[in-house]
């Protein structure tokens, strides 16, 4: 598909839709493809992870038109990548609100650094699928059916696909990043054990740590021929 040129890269090309809004209010976004959803890309569950909204809209910036079979939310957990905090606005860790057969009320720990320990405490939620994000994304991929789905996360430097599927062998090629077949701790509640339990697969797109430019070298051409081509 045809790319715009690098002066017309400052806004998006084309309006997205209203799947939902967030607890304080904000539009939940929807890039939908020009044609059937074979692939759901979301980034910015954690908002704290606003590295993967950047490197996402500048790879949707490239495109001249939709997608033409990606749909694309740039910010999953808007009122968090707003309040630069993991959580909702409601101090929810999203990514453990899934209503999934292994989800439960215990808090999340979480580590504030990568170094750090697993030391501050996160809600699961009042019960599986509690908040109005959870719901919202759940509905949407239910009416775009993907056939998977790609989640953008940082900053643990792997593609995260446990059925080792062909698009987390080609992600895993063009980033050099390891495929590995989970991260290597319990995710109960989480978007992927979900995805799983409806038999939609899952790849966990884990960008490393480093710098807003180094985010944009090292992934935007990768989400640019992710979004304009099938793979």
């Known amino acids: 598909m045809n790319l715009r040129p690098r002066e017309e890269r400052g806004t998006l090309s084309v309006e997205p839709d209203v799947y939902g809004r967030s607890h304080l209010g904000a539009p939940l976004e929807v890039w939908r493809p020009a044609g059937p959803c074979e ?3 979301f980034a910015a569950i954690h908002g704290e992870e606003g590295e993967t909204t950047s490197a996402l809209s500048q790879a949707l910036r490239h495109l001249a038109d939709s997608s033409p079979h990606c749909a694309v939310v740039l910010a999953a957990n808007p009122d968090g990548l707003s309040r630069g905090t993991r ?24 580590r504030a650094t990568l170094d750090a320990p697993r030391d501050v405490a996160l809600s699961p939620g009042t019960a599986p699928a509690s908040e109005p994000e959870t719901q919202a994304l759940i509905a949407l991929i239910e009416e775009l059916r993907p056939k998977a789905v790609v ?12 059925n080792d ?20 701790y319990p995710t109960p509640g989480s978007f992927g054990t979900w995805g799983a339990e409806q038999g939609l697969p899952v790849v966990t797109y884990e960008f490393g740590q480093t710098t807003p430019d180094g985010a944009a070298a090292e992934h935007v051409p990768v989400l640019v021929d992710l979004l304009a081509q099938p793979i």
Do not use: K
């Not at 989640?151 to 446990?162: E, G, K, S, T, V």
């Open 87 to 110: 959580c909702n606005a409601r101090g929810v860790e999203l990514n453990r609100n899934f209503p999934t057969r292994d989800w439960r009320p215990d808090p999340v720990m979480h």
């Open 165 to 184: 599927s062909d698009l987390g062998r080609w992600l895993a090629a063009r980033t050099g990043l390891p495929l590995v077949p989970d991260v290597g």
């Open 39 to 41: 692939i759901l890309v």
């Open 151 to 162: 989640a953008l996360h940082a900053p643990l430097a792997c593609i995260d696909d446990p």
